[in-house]
């Protein structure tokens, strides 16, 4: 099982960044994925969600209108869409399937 984390990067507050975790070893179809973020000196957090049955979304209140899941099981692959980035939204995404993480991707969000 193997999640590869990418598209992070620098940018201004209210840009956008997409996120995209491109699974493998395993059918995306049958599992959760989530979205966790770590900022420096923070416990890890769950950011959102997106289930396996009927693709049902998850988001937490911080970034509720402002990102967006969604998945696209032929490509194997969960994005996270951010729009409206704050500088609090600076920290480490990782992708997650249970008890296997990717290796994080960096946001950083600054002027």
């Known amino acids: 099982v193997q999640l590869v984390e990418s598209g992070g990067g620098l940018v201004q507050p209210g840009g956008s960044l997409r996120l995209s975790c491109e699974v493998s070893?395993?059918?995306?179809?049958?599992?959760?994925i989530g979205w966790f973020r770590q900022a420096s000196g923070k416990e890890r957090e769950g950011v959102s969600c997106?289930?396996?049955?009927?693709?049902?979304?998850y988001y937490t209140d911080s970034v509720k209108g402002r990102f967006t899941i969604s998945r696209d099981n032929a490509k194997n692959t969960v994005y996270l869409q951010m729009d409206s980035l704050k500088l609090e939204d600076t920290a480490v995404y990782y992708c997650?399937?249970?008890?296997?993480w990717g290796q994080g991707t960096q946001v950083t969000v600054s002027s």
């Open positions: 997650n399937r249970g008890s296997y």
């Open positions: 070893g395993f059918t995306l179809d049958y599992y959760a």
């Open positions: 997106i289930n396996r049955i009927n693709g049902s979304t």
